[in-house]
Structure formats: C-alpha cells, structure tokens
C-alpha cells in the first residue's frame, strides 16, 4: 500500500500550536507525545433536502476499516487552520463544496492524540455528484434524518463520532 506522507503540527491542551510537528505513519498515532494533540477535522454533511450523507470507509483504513460513518474529514497538516482544513478534506472525500459550514464542538481525546474540531456542513449539490477518494471511502448514501438517528443508534455507528455530535443529534431527535 503507498502511502501519503503527512506532517501535523501538534497542539497543547489548550488548543494552541507548540511549534513541534509529527510524521503520520499507517496507525502511529499513539506515538504522539502525551499532553500534546493533532488537529483533526470531522464532517457532518446535510443536504438542503435535509438528508445526511453516510460513507463507507476503505477496509485499508487503520482504524474502523469498512465501516459506514456519518462524517467526512481527517487530519489537518502542518499550517492549516481547522476551517481550511475541513473544506480541504470536504473535497477531497466526496468532491463537494459547502454552502455553509457550523463549528458545532471541539473535543480533546488523550486516547487517540486528537484535537477534534467538528462542523455541520450544509450542502445544495446534486446528490449524484459525490467522489469518493481512493484509499478513504469505498461507498456512499444520503439517508433521511430518521434514517441518519436510526444509523447513529445502531451497533454499527462510530460510538466516538456520536460523542463529537451529541448535542446536534439531540437536537434533532
């Protein structure tokens, strides 16, 4: 497998850059110094019908490889702002460009070294349009609200991604 060789800068617990930088490796994360954060964009994409996107993820990815998720997103790397970042990652995992974007939570997980900035991105684009990248998704769906809660509360959900939108999701039961 070829992989991309991504630079990170790291961040304190309070959110703020130290200077230093970290070279991902397939499932290195947890090489991250303790105390110290990678930035990490998580996506929640609703399209103006108010269908969610759901996507399938790569059985090469290291962690929840097949898995559907409710969320678009991944690593900033070195210099990016978590916004251009999130609008980065939008694109290149489904080729879609938000017509709005909510910052709806930032969560530190010590567990996987993560500084989670998480958005509702709302879209208007044809819902055929979607590109999946190589490598990161396998498969797509829009899904109704009720479908999205249905999805969110079933076994196979992201259990950690449910956290970053808890209070979204209970916004909308």
């Given at each position: 497998m070829e992989e991309n060789i991504e630079i990170w800068d790291l961040y304190d617990a309070d959110g703020?850059?130290?200077?230093?930088?970290?070279?991902?490796?397939y499932g290195n994360y947890?090489?991250?110094p303790e105390g110290r954060f990678h930035l990490v964009?998580?996506?929640l994409v609703l399209h103006e019908d108010g269908s969610y996107l759901l996507t399938k993820?790569?059985?090469i990815k290291d962690i929840y490889p097949g898995y559907w998720e409710a969320s678009a997103?991944?690593?900033a790397i070195k210099g990016e702002e978590p916004l251009e970042a999130a609008k980065r990652e939008l694109f290149e995992?489904?080729?879609l460009t938000p017509d709005s974007m909510e910052l709806v939570g930032i969560i530190f997980k010590d567990s996987s070294r993560s500084m989670y900035y998480s958005y509702l991105v709302k879209v208007s684009c044809d819902k055929d349009s979607i590109v999946l990248q190589e490598g990161e998704t396998t498969d797509y769906k829009w899904v109704t609200r009720e479908?999205?809660?249905?999805y969110v509360d079933s076994?196979?959900?992201m259990k950690t991604h449910n956290l970053r939108y808890e209070k979204y999701i209970n916004s909308i039961r």
């Open positions: 703020n850059r130290t200077g230093e930088t970290f070279v991902r490796g947890m090489k991250i964009v998580d996506l993820r790569s059985d997103g991944g690593s995992e489904t080729g479908g999205f809660l249905d076994d196979d959900a």
